[in-house]
């Protein structure tokens, strides 16, 4: 009798009414063709939507440095304005690109275009080298060096075929920098906007975790950067007291590959090796003993000490995000790759992992 009076006593949910039944159903179905509509709009507009991204995401990688440069002074004079301190910064950057593409290109275009003169002529005497070997019959070297003749003649015509293709990434590279530089100018102003979306309790835990984000990005650029610097410094310093050829270009490429984990180095220095030992197999072994020191000098010293404060990402989750995102990008996409990686880390770290109390 009493656990009936006690069912008898609890509450009853009251039925919902047929015509606001239909009103939520209505609701649910437009949502959900929104959020199609929404869906199929932002893969038709992917690829602009992949340059807005990485256009902003440049912009607040360089604001650290335009905000350094804001708050340099010099004696009797004003702070320089946000406008000034990125024309200042964009300016540097190219001046480093020009100085590059002067100096550690020209060498590099002259042998080639030696190479491509003299090829027709070296071919011959190396094809009747090669009839001279025993079994050179039963090789195919008539046949080898014809095909050999015809990849050099699809390559040439691959090149000018792509011509189109090359241009329209350099608008996409031109529209990015235009992008990059108004994020900068007027960055704020969207930022504030974005958080306005979102209710005042989700505004400041979005607000934070932004914070945190970019924190770690910047902590991890200015370590990476410094590790990518002294790789290559010293690289184009030793491979110029060792008279590599090219060792502008290749001390350059062994910095800015420094940023893929260890495989980046591996595939630069055989590179390296293989350019030395076109001289000399005492350069080539030389060039490994130097790597061989700096490894260790790096892993040893700079690395536990540079990248102390750093995002804490493993290097299989970098090595992961590179490869996604230059299959997603290009080379593009590998640039944002790590900034990327470590906004999701941050993301996910808030909003997703479930932390233990205890």
């Given at each position: 009798?009493?656990?009936?009076?006690?069912?008898?006593?609890?509450?009853?949910?009251?039925?919902?009414?047929?015509?606001?039944?239909?009103?939520?159903?209505?609701?649910?179905?437009?949502?959900?063709?929104?959020v199609?509509?929404?869906?199929?709009?932002?893969?038709?507009?992917r690829?602009?939507?992949?340059?807005?991204?990485?256009?902003?995401?440049?912009?607040?990688?360089?604001?650290?440095?335009?905000?350094?440069?804001?708050?340099?002074?010099?004696?009797?004079?004003?702070?320089?304005?946000?406008?000034?301190?990125?024309?200042?910064?964009?300016?540097?950057?190219?001046?480093?690109?020009?100085?590059?593409?002067?100096?550690?290109?020209?060498?590099?275009?002259?042998?080639?275009?030696?190479?491509?003169?003299?090829?027709p002529?070296?071919?011959?005497?190396?094809?009747?080298?090669?009839?001279?070997?025993?079994?050179?019959?039963?090789?195919?070297?008539?046949?080898?060096?014809?095909?050999?003749?015809?990849?050099?003649?699809?390559?040439?015509?691959?090149?000018?075929?792509?011509?189109?293709?090359?241009?329209?990434?350099?608008?996409?590279?031109l529209?990015?920098?235009?992008?990059?530089?108004?994020?900068?100018?007027?960055?704020?102003?969207?930022?504030?906007?974005?958080?306005?979306?979102?209710?005042?309790?989700?505004?400041?835990?979005?607000?934070?975790?932004?914070?945190?984000?970019?924190?770690?990005?910047?902590?991890?650029?200015?370590?990476?950067?410094?590790?990518?610097?002294?790789?290559?410094?010293?690289?184009?310093?030793?491979?110029?007291?060792?008279?590599?050829?090219?060792?502008?270009?290749?001390?350059?490429?062994?910095?800015?590959?420094?940023?893929?984990?260890?495989?980046?180095?591996?595939?630069?220095?055989?590179?390296?090796?293989?350019?030395?030992?076109?001289?000399?197999?005492?350069?080539?072994?030389?060039?490994?003993?130097?790597?061989?020191?700096?490894v260790?000098?790096?892993?040893?010293?700079?690395?536990?000490?540079?990248?102390?404060?750093?995002?804490?990402?493993?290097?299989?989750?970098?090595l992961i995000?590179?490869?996604?995102?230059t299959?997603?990008?290009?080379?593009?996409?590998a640039?944002?790759?790590?900034?990327?990686?470590?906004?999701?880390?941050?993301?996910?770290?808030?909003?997703?992992?479930?932390?233990?109390?205890?």
């Amino acid at each position: 009798m009493h656990l009936i009076r006690r069912r008898s006593t609890l509450p009853t949910s009251k039925p919902i009414p047929p015509e606001q039944a239909r009103t939520a159903i209505r609701g649910a179905i437009l949502f959900t063709i929104a959020v199609l509509l929404a869906l199929a709009l932002a893969w038709r507009l992917r690829e602009v939507l992949a340059l807005i991204y990485v256009s902003a995401l440049f912009a607040v990688v360089l604001m650290p440095a335009v905000n350094r440069i804001m708050s340099f002074r010099f004696r009797g004079t004003r702070h320089a304005s946000r406008p000034l301190a990125i024309l200042l910064l964009l300016s540097g950057v190219f001046f480093a690109i020009v100085i590059f593409f002067v100096v550690a290109l020209p060498p590099v275009i002259r042998d080639l275009h030696q190479f491509a003169t003299d090829l027709p002529a070296r071919i011959p005497p190396i094809v009747a080298r090669l009839k001279r070997l025993p079994l050179a019959d039963k090789l195919g070297v008539d046949a080898i060096a014809q095909r050999s003749e015809d990849a050099l003649s699809a390559t040439a015509a691959y090149l000018f075929a792509s011509f189109p293709n090359w241009m329209a990434n350099l608008l996409d590279l031109l529209t990015a920098f235009v992008l990059c530089v108004y994020f900068m100018l007027e960055g704020e102003f969207a930022y504030r906007w974005l958080m306005s979306l979102f209710s005042v309790e989700h505004r400041l835990r979005l607000a934070v975790t932004l914070q945190k984000a970019e924190r770690r990005t910047s902590k991890w650029l200015f370590g990476q950067a410094t590790l990518m610097l002294i790789l290559g410094v010293a690289s184009t310093l030793v491979f110029g007291l060792l008279h590599v050829r090219y060792f502008i270009l290749l001390g350059v490429l062994m910095g800015l590959m420094n940023c893929i984990p260890i495989a980046g180095g591996v595939i630069t220095i055989l590179l390296v090796g293989m350019v030395a030992a076109l001289d000399s197999w005492a350069k080539m072994t030389a060039v490994f003993i130097f790597y061989a020191i700096y490894v260790n000098v790096e892993n040893a010293y700079l690395t536990p000490r540079i990248m102390r404060q750093s995002v804490n990402l493993m290097g299989l989750t970098v090595l992961i995000a590179l490869i996604a995102g230059t299959e997603l990008a290009g080379i593009v996409g590998a640039l944002v790759a790590v900034p990327t990686a470590a906004l999701i880390a941050v993301l996910m770290d808030e909003y997703f992992v479930q932390k233990d109390l205890s």
